[in-house]
């Protein structure tokens, strides 16, 4: 398997990494495991949905000396002298930073603007100005907009139906254009869906998976906006670790100014992960009662259908996904249960 290839070679070549958004789900998960290569990692987050817990809780999956390979800067990438200062030196750049969520951006366009286009400039202009060899970033399947074509392929997206979905759109276009002017390496990886440890179950935008979790825990009610029919292309947080690490050290030059699906390749309906967190949980708690599914009306924005795709990523990148939904949904429910924090703040 070509990742595991990779991981043995940047643990005899290390390299720094920029990682944004490193307080977050997603970033605090890529430090940890580049921590573990023996890396040097450097961290930015403003903590507007991350949290310092996340951080703290690396800390105590890693060993000293590789936590000593970190350092951490409080930040935002809206603000440019900061993208500036903390690029300097750095190899690789993994960009999490953004704020996610379709409803967030309906509610507040300019607030996202401001994170995921302003934000992203600022640091993929920074990253070329100090040398950055690689820049890879957070795309979304929300692109794809009101295309009814499943599985999705790249090069086909529909209309767009989010500020959300707009930002990220953006994003793209700018990778494309800073390598036709610039020849600045860069590759989206457009997430599908990801959940697993360390994902927020709080808050007004929190994800499904986390948030259905943790009211199961909690004895709270589960609300499915829609029928529950609606599907979704659930990806594993290994399978986009994976995927972020491949494509910052891939050696094809085809790879580059393009976006890939990031996903495992399959569909679930909101019904049938119900069950099976439900079940799941069950299994694993045998006093737990979890109520019924609430249904209420469908959430604006909201694509019907998402199903990846992931021919690109495997024959572009050696892209191999390591975990099923079943796997993922697994090794989830058994973090939430014993990690306290999973559960509750």
Known sequence: ????????????N??????????????????EVLLKLDQKVVGLDNFSTGHQYNLDQVKELVTDTQWNNFS????????????????????????????????????????????????????????????????VYASSSSVYGDSEELPKIE???????????????????????FYK??????IGLRYFNVFGRRQD??????????????????????YINGDGETSRDFTYIDNVIQANILAA????????????????????????????????LEKKIDSLKINDVIYRDFRPGDIR??????????????????HTLKEGLSESLEWYINDIKGIKK
Not at 81 to 89: A, F, L, Q, R, Y
Not at 155 to 177: D, F, H, Q, W
Not at 310 to 322: F, M, N
Request: hydrophobic content about 35%; overall charge positive.
């Open 72 to 135: 951490f800067t409080k930040g935002d990438i809206s603000d440019y002298e900061t993208c500036d200062n903390i690029t300097k030196g750095v190899d690789i750049i993994l960009n999490q930073a953004a704020l996610g969520s379709v409803p967030r951006s309906i509610d507040n366009p300019v607030l996202s603007n401001n994170s995921n286009v302003t934000g992203f400039l600022n640091i993929l202009t920074a990253a070329k100005k100090n040398g950055v060899k690689r820049f």
């Open 201 to 222: 179950p709080n808050g007004s935008y929190a994800a499904v998976m986390p948030k259905w979790i943790s009211s199961m825990l909690n004895g709270e009610d589960v």
């Open 305 to 322: 259908h998402s199903n990846a795709n992931i021919i690109k990523a495997k024959e572009i990148l050696g892209y191999e996904p390591t």
């Open 155 to 177: 090069e086909r997206t529909g209309n767009l139906l989010s500020p959300y979905a707009v930002t990220k759109y953006i994003n793209e276009l700018y990778m494309g254009v």
């Open 249 to 280: 050290t891939t050696t094809n030059v085809e790879a580059f100014a393009k976006a890939y699906n990031t996903a495992a390749g399959g569909r679930e309906t909101l019904n049938n992960l119900f069950s099976a967190i439900k079940n799941g």
């Open 181 to 186: 002017c610039y020849g600045f390496e860069s």
């Open 1 to 12: 398997m070509k990742y595991e290839k990779i991981k043995k070679q940047l643990l005899y």
């Open 14 to 31: 290390p390299r720094t990494w920029l990682v944004t958004g490193c307080a977050g789900f997603i970033g605090s998960n890529l430090i």
